[in-house]
């Protein structure tokens, strides 16, 4: 089955640097992949995503990245702030299925 | 609905129990599933229904755990003979199924379930 991971398991950052955080996939097939924000106490939302015919995608300060060759796959975060701290999570929809692997989550802290 | 709708926020059980956990999926959404977070931890998958197709229930830990959808509106996960570990913050999600891929799930804000 699909084997998502996520590195590193938490990263801390000065506000106004950039936090870049990278998944990687097992399932050659996939060809959906989301990141999801959760905010302490708060549901997951749906932040950005790309499938798989994209190599990057871009939402004001957000970016996500993809690489089919080597599986893998990068949120970036540029001029970060503190509302950005939150556990990330990154996921890849599982081929001939209809659901998502997720990965363990990313805990990033911007320091004021 | 506006968005998924999960009930109770929170519940608080006593050991041997059983409970009973409420979805309400966005309004035209086939697909639906349960995921578990531990404190601290990733989103564990439990089961996903989709449409009138059987259930995939390969993520329930134990017999102890079942779900049910009715069409494509109100799914109820029950878990039978609470026991500790199965404190948790249990979301639902949501997603339209457009053809593959599907967009992305929409997370209800989850039962908080305590057992003491």
């Known amino acids: 089955g699909e084997n998502v991971e996520q590195h590193p398991s938490t990263l801390s950052v000065q506000e106004g640097d950039s936090a870049v955080i990278k998944c990687t996939y097992s399932?050659?097939?996939?060809?959906?992949f989301p990141w999801y924000k959760q905010e302490l106490g708060k549901r997951p939302q749906l932040i950005i995503d790309?499938?798989?015919?994209?190599g990057e995608k871009k939402d004001q300060r957000i970016a996500v990245t993809l690489n089919k060759t080597a599986k893998h796959f990068s949120l970036h975060i540029t001029e970060t702030q503190p509302e950005d701290s939150a556990v990330y999570f990154c996921a890849a929809l599982i081929s001939g299925n209809n659901r998502l692997a997720f990965g363990k989550g990313n805990q990033v802290v911007v320091i004021p | 609905g506006a968005g998924v709708s999960q009930s109770p926020s929170n519940k608080v059980t006593e050991k041997g129990k059983d409970v009973e956990l409420r979805c309400d999926p966005i309004?035209?959404?086939?697909?639906l599933y349960w995921y578990r977070q531990r404190l601290g931890q990733g989103l564990e998958f439990l089961i996903y229904f989709q449409g009138n197709s059987a259930p995939d229930k390969s993520g329930l830990p134990s017999d102890r755990f079942s779900a049910e959808r009715t069409g494509e509106s109100v799914s109820t996960l029950t878990i039978q003979r609470t026991q500790q570990e199965d404190s948790a913050v249990y979301l639902c999600a949501s997603s339209l199924l457009i053809g593959p891929p599907p967009d992305g799930y929409t997370f209800g804000s989850g039962t908080r379930l305590t057992v003491v």
């Open positions: 790309i499938r798989s015919n994209v």
């Open positions: 309004s035209g959404h086939t697909a």
């Open positions: 399932d050659s097939a996939s060809n959906y």
